[in-house]
Structures are given as C-alpha cells and as structure tokens.
C-alpha cells in the first residue's frame, strides 16, 4: 500500500484497487527480489493500470508462471534486481535461494526424514543439519533428525 501511495502520487494517477485474483497471486509469490522487485512492480502497475484496478491478467509473467524450486533447476529465474549488486554477492543470493528452495522441496519429498533425504541428494545428513540452521528453515513436527 505504501508503494502505490508514492507513486501514485507521484504519477499523478487514483492509487488502483485489486481484484481478488491478483491480490490472492501478489500474496503467494515467493518475491525472490524482496523489497526492489515488490516497488518496481507496483510502480508498473501504478502507470499501466487501466480502469484504476489491477487485475490477474496485468501481473507480469514472471508472477503469473515462477518456476518452481524442481521445475527451476537448469533454468534459472533471474531477477533484474541482482544487477545491482556485485557479481559474487548475486551469486551468492543465487546459491542461497537455490539452497533453501532445493532443501525444503527435499524434505517435503521425504516427509522430513533427514537422512532419507541426505541419501537421496547424496550429501551427508549432517550437511543438511548445517544448512537448515544456516538457512534458518523452520522444521515441521514430522522431521525426523
């Protein structure tokens, strides 16, 4: 709401409404880009809005159709706001999303059970251990350590 109140004023434009849909789609997108992504969309939609609502089909492809964590691998989504940062820091936010993206559908596959998952991805359970605490993903109650 913040973003499209400055912009909208800023763009001389009403601050649009949404339709249920789009909301409903803007609430469950991961946002890989965190806060840049979110302002330069509304932004987007602040200027090419028509009728002052914002509906499904004015989103961007990008939030219509994320790869998801398995269907991503090999074709990576890029955000344009890694642009901004040095080459090994946006690497490295690569690496941190592939991570916990990759670790969290592993677990969901093996209903939670570390070590099943470690032999599956072929790495030590104490790897994962590592990397879920480093990654601060929460453990379900069925995660068996």
Same mark, same amino acid.
Request: proline residues 3%.
């Given at each position: 709401?913040?973003?499209?109140?400055?912009?909208? #004023?800023?763009?001389?434009?009403? *601050?649009? =409404? !949404?339709?249920?849909?789009?909301?409903?789609? /803007?609430?469950?997108? +991961?946002?890989?880009?965190?806060?840049?992504?979110?302002?330069?969309?509304?932004?987007?939609?602040? #200027?090419?809005?028509?009728?002052? *609502?914002? =509906? !499904?089909?004015?989103?961007?492809?990008?939030? /219509?159709?994320?790869? +998801?964590?398995?269907?991503?691998?090999?074709?990576?989504?890029?955000?344009?706001?890694?642009?901004?940062?040095?080459?090994?820091?946006?690497?490295?936010?690569?690496?941190?999303?592939?991570?916990?993206?990759?670790?969290?559908?592993?677990?969901?596959?093996?209903?939670?059970?570390?070590?099943?998952?470690?032999?599956?991805?072929?790495?030590?359970?104490?790897?994962?251990?590592?990397?879920?605490?480093?990654?601060?993903?929460?453990?379900?109650?069925?995660?068996?350590?």
């Amino acid at each position: 709401n913040h973003f499209l109140k400055a912009f909208s #004023i800023k763009n001389g434009r009403e *601050q649009p =409404t !949404f339709q249920k849909k789009a909301l409903d789609t /803007l609430m469950h997108y +991961s946002w890989p880009g965190n806060v840049r992504e979110l302002q330069n969309l509304m932004e987007r939609l602040v #200027i090419l809005c028509i009728d002052d *609502q914002v =509906t !499904f089909e004015d989103l961007p492809d990008n939030i /219509l159709s994320p790869t +998801s964590s398995i269907e991503g691998v090999g074709s990576i989504q890029f955000n344009e706001a890694l642009v901004d940062l040095k080459f090994k820091d946006a690497k490295q936010e690569i690496v941190t999303t592939f991570e916990r993206q990759y670790l969290s559908a592993l677990l969901k596959k093996h209903n939670g059970n570390i070590s099943s998952a470690a032999r599956h991805a072929g790495i030590d359970r104490r790897t994962i251990h590592r990397l879920i605490n480093e990654l601060d993903l929460p453990l379900r109650k069925n995660t068996v350590i």
